[in-house]
C-alpha cells in the first residue's frame, strides 16, 4: 500500500465522517436554511472567540475572500516571501482583489514586528495605501513552523498602531494550537480574520472557513458570492468538516510525533539534509545532496512512498491520517534504498 505523504489534503473520510455526511439536514445555504452548515459556522466561530465565521469550499477561497473584505483595488498588503496566499494561489491577489503584495522575508516563514515596522511607509501620492498584514500559521513552506503568540501580539501593535487590517492563513491553525497547547482563541485573538481549514489534517474532505467580526464577516459574504462560492445544501460537505472539527482535532498530535520519528530517522542518511529540530508539526522538509529532488521523488514513488518536491533539492512529506506509525518507521530506510539505487 502506497506510504502517501505529499500532503495531508489527501485524506479520505472515515466511516464515522461519511455517516455524518450521509445523515445530514440540508437547505439552501445562499438563504441561509442550510442548518448543517448554519451549525458549524457557529461552532467555528464560537471555537475562535469571534463573532462570525462562513462556510467555502477552499483556503484558497476563504484567503481571497479576506483580501478582498479588507482591501480595495490598488491597496498593498504585506506577505511574507513564501506565504500561501503570494506562492500558491495562482496570483489570486492581482487577479481579484486587484492588490499588490509586499513581501517581507522571513526565517521559515516567520517575520516580527521590527521586520513589518521596516517595510512599512509613509503615506505619500507615490506609494500604494498599505491595507493588510498576513500571517500563516503553521507557516507551510517554513516546514511547518509554528508562529509564537509573543510575536504575533507585537504584530498587531504595529497594526493597529498604523490602522492596519490583519488576516491569519490558519490553513493548519489547529496544528498550531495542539502542538503549543495554546487555546484556539488566544491564537485567534489578535487577528481580524482567521482562514480555518478542515481538509488537511483533520481529515474532512472539502472546506475551510473565514473567522472574524459579524461586520467583516457579512462583507465576505458578499465577495463569497461574487466568486462563485455561494454553495446551495452545502450540509453535506460541512457536516464532514463539523465531524472533523469535533472529533479529530487531538488526534493531530500523532502526525507531530510521527513528523518528528521521521525527520529523526532521515537525519541518519547518508546524502540527506535535515535538522530535525526544526519539525514542530506535520511538514518535514528536508534536502538531497547527492541527487536531484525530482530524481528521488521518482525513485520513491517505485518503492511506494509519495513525496512532493518542493525545491531543486528540496522535499516535503506531511504526516496526515492516513500513514499510522509502522509506516513512518519504514520510510527512512525506503529513502536510503531510493538515494542508494541511483
Ligand atoms: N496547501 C497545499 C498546496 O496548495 C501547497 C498543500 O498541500 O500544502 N494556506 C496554506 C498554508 C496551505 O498550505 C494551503 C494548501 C492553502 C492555504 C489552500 O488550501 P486549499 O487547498 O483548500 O485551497
Known amino acids: ?21 450521509a445523515t445530514a439536514k440540508v437547505g439552501d445555504d445562499v438563504f441561509g436554511d442550510d442548518p448543517t452548515v448554519n451549525a458549524l459556522e457557529s461552532y467555528v466561530a464560537e471555537l475562535l472567540g469571534k463573532e462570525a465565521a462562513i ?14 473584505t479588507h482591501t480595495e483595488p490598488g491597496d498593498e498588503i504585506i506577505v511574507e516571501s513564501q506565504a500561501h496566499i ?9 487577479v481579484l482583489s486587484g492588490v499588490m ?19 512599512l511607509r509613509p503615506p505619500d501620492v507615490h506609494f500604494p495605501k498599505t491595507k493588510l498584514v498576513c500571517l500563516e500559521n503553521t ?7 509554528v508562529y509564537p503568540l ?18 491569519l492563513d490558519g490553513a493548519r491553525f489547529w496544528n498550531a494550537c495542539i502542538a503549543t497547547g495554546i487555546s484556539e482563541a488566544d491564537y485567534a485573538q489578535p487577528f ?20 472574524g467580526s ?30 472533523a472539527l469535533k472529533h479529530h482535532r487531538e488526534r493531530l498530535a500523532e502526525d507531530h510525533i510521527n513528523a518528528k520519528i521521521l525527520a529523526e530517522g532521515l537525519h541518519q542518511i547518508q546524502g540527506i539534509e535535515i535538522n530535525p529540530e526544526d519539525v514542530q508539526t506535520n511538514i518535514v522538509i528536508f534536502h538531497t545532496t547527492s541527487i536531484s529532488a525530482q530524481t528521488l521523488v521518482e525513485q520513491l514513488n517505485e518503492k511506494g512512498v509519495a513525496v512532493l518536491a518542493v525545491g531543486s533539492n528540496s522535499l516535503r512529506a506531511v504526516t496526515n491520517l492516513m500513514v499510522d506509525r509502522e509506516q513512518i518507521q519504514q520510510v527512512p530506510g525506503l529513502v536510503e534504498a531510493a538515494i542508494n539505487a541511483k
Open 101 to 119: 503584495c509586499h513581501l517581507v522575508q522571513g526565517k521559515q516563514g516567520i517575520f516580527n514586528a521590527s521586520d513589518l515596522t521596516k517595510t
Open 150 to 167: 509573543s510575536e504575533i501580539k507585537a504584530i498587531a501593535q504595529v497594526c493597529q498602531e498604523h490602522k492596519l487590517k490583519f488576516h
Open 1 to 21: 500500500m502506497l506510504i502517501d505523504l505529499r500532503s495531508d489534503t489527501i485524506t479520505q473520510p472515515t466511516p464515522a465522517m461519511r455517516e455524518a455526511i
Open 86 to 94: 503570494y506562492y500558491y494561489e495562482g496570483g489570486a491577489p492581482a
Open 214 to 243: 459579524r461586520e467583516s464577516i457579512e462583507r465576505a459574504r458578499r465577495f463569497r458570492k461574487m466568486f462563485g462560492g455561494g454553495m446551495r445544501q452545502a450540509g453535506i460537505i460541512a457536516a464532514g468538516a463539523l465531524y
Open 139 to 145: 507557516h507551510n513552506r517554513g516546514g511547518g513552523k
Open 55 to 68: 462556510f467555502m469550499p477552499s483556503g484558497t477561497m476563504t484567503n481571497q475572500v479576506a483580501l478582498r
Open 192 to 211: 481580524d480574520t482567521v482562514s480555518v481549514c478542515f481538509s488537511k489534517g483533520l481529515g474532512a474532505p472539502i472546506g475551510s472557513a473565514l473567522v
